[in-house]
Nanobody, 119 residues
Framework: QVQLVESGGGLVQPGGSLRLSCAAS????????MAWYRQAPGKQRELVAI???????NYADSVKGRFTISRDNAKNTVYLQMNSLKPEDTAVYYC?????????????WGQGTQVTVSS
């Protein structure tokens, strides 16, 4: 019913930048919020940033000032601009959307995109 596709991950040196994108498609009537999570090996998935339909944002303390979440509501797309990347940012990054679809409100996940920060 609803699909989320992430892109933009890759290998970058410490201090570098990447921009992740996530496009939602399918039978979508509205999106309450979209968010980025990440999961490093051996760790639980954690919230990185979230943006609501009204444009409110929230960030994990570890990325505040370095990452920026933004959206294009017309395209049902969310972005994560990541600057000043650190090795500890290495993780699989997942897009999440709180969506109103044909069956009502539901929560959906993308497949993930790998971000590796290394010298």
């Amino acid at each position: 019913q609803v699909q989320l596709v992430e892109s933009g991950g890759g290998l970058v040196q410490p201090g570098g930048s990447l921009r992740l994108s996530c496009a939602a498609s399918g039978s979508i009537f509205g999106i309450y919020a979209m968010a980025w999570y990440r999961q490093a090996p051996g760790k639980q998935r954690e919230l990185v940033a979230i943006i609501t339909s009204g444009g409110s944002t929230n960030y994990a303390d570890s990325v505040k000032g370095r990452f920026t979440i933004s959206r294009d509501n017309a395209k049902n797309t969310v972005y994560l601009q990541m600057n000043s990347l650190k090795p500890e940012d290495t993780a699989v990054y997942y897009c999440n959307a709180d969506v109103i679809g044909l069956l009502g409100r539901g929560d959906y996940w993308g497949q993930g995109t790998q971000v590796t920060v290394s010298s």
